[in-house]
């Protein structure tokens, strides 16, 4: 039990586009779901808490006008990186809070070319 | 505020050699010490974990032992597999601080046959 899918797992687009990535509990509810980056030989960073169904709480430096996320279900959470620029390639990394502990999805490489 | 110290790496072994990864951590309130790993391409997976002092958590050969006195949760294994090449992350989780997680910056293993 305690499954994180993260969806697409890898993803190329052209500058000044936008990207989704999704988040979804697949055997458990999650009311809190933790937002990651990871930079090329550096840890992952803590970007957003997302909430079910208020606003996302993000953690100082990032862009919240950049970086939207949206928890409108128990199950799923989606991470949009608006107007994406080369500088925003990286690994993003998805967690959920559960019974077990913290499980986390498998990550989306984002390339922005 | 808490943070994780990790012995930086690269770290290249040759088969069936000893490892140890330093971690060391600083915490406001009493944590849960966790090890991740990540092999190429792939997300985080759980390792092994301990909850309280002297909790020695084990997995795969694996195994670190929660410190509160030296305030380390150093990782170890006795012989190490060409698979076992990976980054390796140490992270605490503090219920003090919501329960976030604090990774450290990750040691790359390479082990060489």
């Known amino acids: 039990g305690a499954v994180v899918s993260q969806h697409p797992s890898r993803v190329i687009c052209k500058s000044g586009t936008s990207v989704k990535i999704e988040c979804r509990s697949l055997d458990f509810q999650a009311t809190t779901m933790f937002w990651y980056r990871q930079f090329p030989k550096q840890s992952l960073m803590l970007m957003a808490t997302s909430n079910e169904g208020s606003k996302a709480t993000y953690e100082q430096g990032v862009e919240k006008d950049k970086f939207l996320i949206n928890h409108a279900s128990l199950t799923l959470s989606t991470l949009t990186v608006t107007s994406a620029h080369p500088e925003d390639s990286s690994f993003y990394i998805c967690?959920?809070?559960?019974?077990?502990?913290?499980?986390f999805g498998s990550g989306t490489r984002l390339t922005v070319v | 505020g808490d943070s994780v110290t990790q012995m930086e790496g690269p770290v290249t072994l040759s088969e069936e050699a000893f490892l140890t990864i330093n971690c060391t951590y600083t915490a406001t309130g009493y944590p849960s010490l966790f090890w991740y790993v990540q092999y190429p391409g792939e997300g985080l997976q759980l390792l092994l974990k301990?909850?309280?002092?002297?909790d020695k958590g084990s997995n795969k050969g694996f195994e670190a032992t929660y410190r509160k006195e030296t305030t380390s949760f150093h990782l170890e294994k006795g012989s190490v597999q060409v698979s076992d090449s990976a980054v390796y992350f140490c992270?605490?989780?503090?219920?003090?601080?919501?329960?976030?997680?604090?990774f450290g910056t990750g040691t790359s293993l390479t082990v060489i046959p």
């Open positions: 967690s959920a809070r559960n019974s077990y502990g913290y499980t």
């Open positions: 992270a605490l989780s503090d219920q003090g601080t919501g329960n976030q997680f604090y």
């Open positions: 301990a909850t309280k002092a002297d």
